[in-house]
Every structure is written in C-alpha cells, then in structure tokens.
C-alpha cells in the first residue's frame, strides 16, 4: 500500500491518510482511499468517470473499525474493516432510517504480514479516532461527554418484555453492533419482577461505565429505583443509563431517538438507532421526578405520571401485548368507547420564565459534565415518606387560586420527613407533608372532574405518542397536561390523534391545559382508579412529585 499524501479535496478537509487497497471480497477491484477529519473517501481506480467510483462516508455514521488478518496463515494480506450505519431511504417509503453497511479493504502492499497488519491497525485507529471526535459535540449549551474507551457495559435484557423477542433482537441486531464499537459488555437476562431492581442494588459498579437497558420502560424503572435505594446513591445515580427498545411502549427509547434530530421510526428501525446512539458513548444529564404516595416508599420516576384515562389504556392494554405497539391504539378505542369521568383536585408550583437560567447558574449545568463526578456532593438531609391520608381528604385547605399565571416566588419548604426511616435520595425541597396545606404560590385547579392527568418529563409517551414535543431530558420541567371533563370522544380521539405527531396542543381544544411546573400535587376522589409511573401500577390514592433537575445521566445522541 502507497502511504504518499494525496491532494485533498475541495469539497473536504485536508487528507490525514492515504493508501491504495483492494476490495476484501473482490481482489481485482483497486481504490484508492483517503481519511480526513469528517470523512473517509473511496475511489475506485479504473477508467470509469470519477463521479460514478468516488464514495463518501461521514465518520459521524461510524460506530468502530478494526484491524485483522485472516486464520489462513499463507495469506499474507491484513484487513481493515469499518462500521457505518448512515442514514438511508427505506424500501417502498418516503421515511429514511439507518441501516448498516461494512466496508472491508485488503492491503497487500508489503512482504512480511506483521508489517501489513501494523499498517492496518494504523488506519483502525485513526478511523477510530476521527470519528470519536466527530460524536463530542455540544448541545444547548451543554457539554456532553463521552464514555470511557475500551467501554464496559452490563446489559440487562428482560427476555418476556414487548412480543417476548428482546433476545432475538439483541442476538439480530446489537450483539454485533456493540463488538463493532468496541463495546465490552456482560448479558444480563432478568427472571422476574424487581431483578434488575436487586441486582443494581448491590453491584459493584465500579466495574461498569454504563448500564444499559434492553426492555420496556418498566425495567429501567426498577434498575433508576434500586441505585437510589444504595448508601453511596449520590454516586451511584451518577452512573450513565443507556436504553434500547424491547418492550411493547419504549417511550424513553422513541425520546432519545427524537432528541438527535432523527425522523421518526419504529419497531426494529428504532433499536437500530438506539444501538447505534450507544455505540456514540455520549452522556447528557437526565431530569428524574420524586413522586411521594400515601404508605409507599418515595419512588423515582423518569418518563411520566398519569390518571385517568391514559393510566386505565396503558394498564388495561397488557392483554393485546402480543401486538407489540399496537396494544396502546387497541386499548384507546376500547376505553374511548365507554369514556370514564374521574373526580379528584389538582394542583402545582408552576415554573416561571427565567426558572431554566436561575436553576443553571445554581447547579453549574453549563459546566462541562464528567462522570461519575458531575455535582459536588454535599450532605443532604433524608426525606421521608409522606403520612397516609384519606384519598378524599381536603388537604388543599381550601386555599383556591383562579388558574391565571401567578409571579412565583422560590420557596424552600420543609421536606417530608420520617422519624423511623431516613429514605435515600436527594430531598424534596418543594413539597409539604401531604396531610399539610400547599404554600401560597401554587395554583389550584378549580375543576374537579377530569377525563386524564399526565405528567411527563420526556418526549414520549410511546413510540408513536409524542406527548411532551417540547421537553428534553434535561429542561427541569415536568410538562403537566390535563383533559376536563365535557370533551367529546370524536374530540379525544382527535387529540390522540394528533399526539402522533406532537401536534395535540396545536389542535387548541378548549378542553386540553398545559403547563410547565416544578412540582404538583393529585388527591382522587373517585373511590377506584389507577394510577402509574412509568407505566406501572402504583398506590392509589393522594401523591405529590417533585423535579430534581439533571439528578441521573443518560447516553443520548
């Protein structure tokens, strides 16, 4: 292989290398291959018109390369193999999603094979190298860190989640794309409820750089759950949680999709994706919400809480779950077609305009972020689980307020506590006991009859639900939606409808309220119901929750 510099070209940076191969599975095929910053150029060396011969792949596209030869001792060539999953129209479709394509040199330039494997190892590299450089970028302002390289990962797969096919898919489709990143990672398959939730509890996490979660969103709630429950949380929630699609909702999978810019995709085209923003390492701060309920432990909660009608589709739907996706459009027309009215009273801290700027200055967000050493620790008093009232309870104390924007002010109340059992976790500086009157600056919705209550902190609802358009997983804001009672079906219908695309809030139904709020508060009236977080099941009955901006880490694209 020729090591001579060539001429860079116009249209890119200038070459850092260049040799001349031939194709790996077709030795009489010469090119001619350039490595710039951005991208790797190659050109077949014939006499064919240069524009039909020339390829350009952006090292953006690239997860890894590597360098080998083959076991054929008599073959004296090196290899060197390069991993791009660009972004491609798909067959019979106007979407584009990614799609994997290698590409395989054989260099063959000198006698002795250590030597061609040196020079092959040469252009892994470099290959490598360029294309990490490519991945650390700055987003909003923030910088986003990368992995540690070699990574180590332990991936916990729940094999039941979703059709039941998260091990096929993994042996499909990731296994092979985190080998091509270079990507260590342990296969961890969970056997029942809360395993994950055990397991993360007494591992030692030292031996991982990231635990990543190949399920529905109900396994990352458990593994989220059980770092918070360990003595040394504040380190370990540190800990970058990466996600990737098995289950039937992959609300959080659909978000970190939709927060790279990508256009939408789903099912087998969404896990590729979400591999492929793995292999990228980067790690952003996500937001978590502390949700306190009558007798339970404080929970911890990363994508949504939801009443009414949402949580009664997402709960009743697990009996068409061998549909995959299509439970959750299944359980709407089931639950549209006899529309519930739920009674209970509803309140929140709202969260002003310059709340983001303030939140950034006092928690040094704008700083560059480092693992596992983002925030400086500090001693912070327990809270505790809140005392258990009667789910009818009048605990607003009549203190009403018309549902107009209010000037707040920020209030430092007394966190819950519990004499018996200090809970892990930072504490909730918002929230009065439940049994306790809500300060002065939060609003109280008059109504008292509602068709659902949702409240998110990411993107998605589902892979096909866009319920929060505007949040990031970082924006300190939990997005509180509520639909009053009165609304048509036709009406509903349309909302949902138009959830698909994140335009619900464009639709300007008179019975749909948005609001970006810091912390809220729900008492049912309603003598049964549901209510989940994250899509699970918890107590019914009055809770609060409370935002802890950037608390957990996430690899996002």
């Known amino acids: 292989m020729d090591q001579r510099r060539a001429e860079p070209d116009r249209d890119t940076s200038p070459v850092s290398l260049y040799g001349e191969f031939t194709l790996a599975g ?23 018109p240069v524009g039909r011969n020339k390829v350009l ?30 972004v491609k129209r798909r067959w019979m479709s106007s979407g584009v999603s990614r799609q994997r394509v290698e590409h395989c040199y054989r260099l063959t330039a000198l006698q002795d094979p250590r030597a061609n494997l040196e020079v092959a190892e040469k252009w892994a590299r470099a290959i490598r190298e360029r294309s990490a450089r ?60 809360n395993h994950a939730r055990e397991l993360v509890k007494e591992a030692d996490l030292s031996q991982w750089d990231a635990l990543v979660i190949m399920s529905g969103d109900g396994l990352l709630f458990e593994v989220i759950n059980g770092l918070l429950e360990r003595p040394d949380w504040e380190d370990a929630i540190r800990t970058p949680l990466g996600i990737l699609p098995g289950g039937s909702g992959n609300a959080l999978a659909a978000s970190v999709h939709h927060y790279s810019g990508a256009s939408p995709v789903y099912s087998e ?3 590729v994706s979400c591999g492929f923003l793995l292999c990228q390492r980067l790690v952003a701060h996500m937001d ?94 327990p809270a505790s689980q809140p005392s258990t009232d009667s789910p009818c309870q009048n605990t607003f104390h009549n203190s009403c307020h018309s549902n107009n924007s209010l000037k707040v002010r920020r209030t430092e109340s007394t ?43 990411q ?3 589902a892979e096909d639900l866009m319920a929060a358009p505007g949040a990031t997983s970082d924006d300190g ?12 079906r036709a009406a509903l219908l349309k909302l949902f409808l138009a959830m698909e695309k994140g335009a619900h809030l464009a639709t300007n139904c008179q019975h749909l309220v948005h609001a970006k709020v810091r912390a809220l508060r729900l008492e049912p009236c309603s003598p049964k119901g549901v209510i989940t977080v994250d899509g699970e099941v918890v107590e019914y009955g009055p809770l609060q929750a409370e935002v802890h901006r950037g608390l957990g880490r996430l690899i996002t694209g």
């Open 288 to 381: 978590l919400v502390s949700i306190h309920l009558p007798s339970s432990p404080r929970l911890f909660s990363f994508l949504s809480l939801a009443w009414g009608f949402v949580a009664d589709v997402d709960i009743e739907s697990e009996k068409y779950r061998h549909v995959g996706a299509a439970r959750f459009t299944v359980g709407t027309l089931v639950r549209l077609a006899s529309l519930r009215v739920y009674k209970g009273k509803l309140a929140y801290l709202p969260a002003t305009e310059d709340y983001s700027e303030e939140e950034e200055e006092e928690e040094g967000l704008g700083n560059n972020l480092t693992l596992h050493c983002n925030n400086q620790s500090s001693s912070l008093a």
């Open 134 to 193: 490519q991945r650390y970028l700055e987003r909003d302002g923030v910088m986003v860190s990368e992995l540690s390289r070699p990574s180590r990962m332990m991936l916990l797969v729940n094999p039941q989640s979703g059709k039941g096919q998260a091990l096929t898919l993994y042996n499909n489709h990731i296994q092979r794309m985190l080998n091509e990143a270079g990507v260590t990672h342990t296969l961890v398959i969970t056997e029942r409820q």
């Open 415 to 457: 966190p819950s506590r519990n004499a018996s059992k200090a809970l892990a976790g930072p504490p909730d500086s918002l929230l009065p006991p439940l049994d306790q009157q809500l300060p002065s600056d939060w609003v109280v919705v008059q109504e008292e009859e509602f068709v659902l209550m949702l409240a998110m902190y």
């Open 57 to 86: 792949l952006s090292l953006k596209d690239c997860v890894g390369s590597r360098a080998y030869r083959e076991d054929d001792i008599t073959d004296q060539a090196a290899y060197v193999s390069a991993y791009f999953y660009p």
């Open 459 to 461: 993107s998605h609802l």
């Open 26 to 48: 077709n030795p009489k095929v010469r090119c001619a291959v350039s490595l710039t910053e951005k991208e790797l150029i190659v050109q077949r060396l014939t006499s064919a």
């Open 477 to 488: 804001v939990i997005h509180l939606f509520y639909v009053r009672a009165g609304i048509s």
């Open 269 to 271: 085209e969404l896990l």
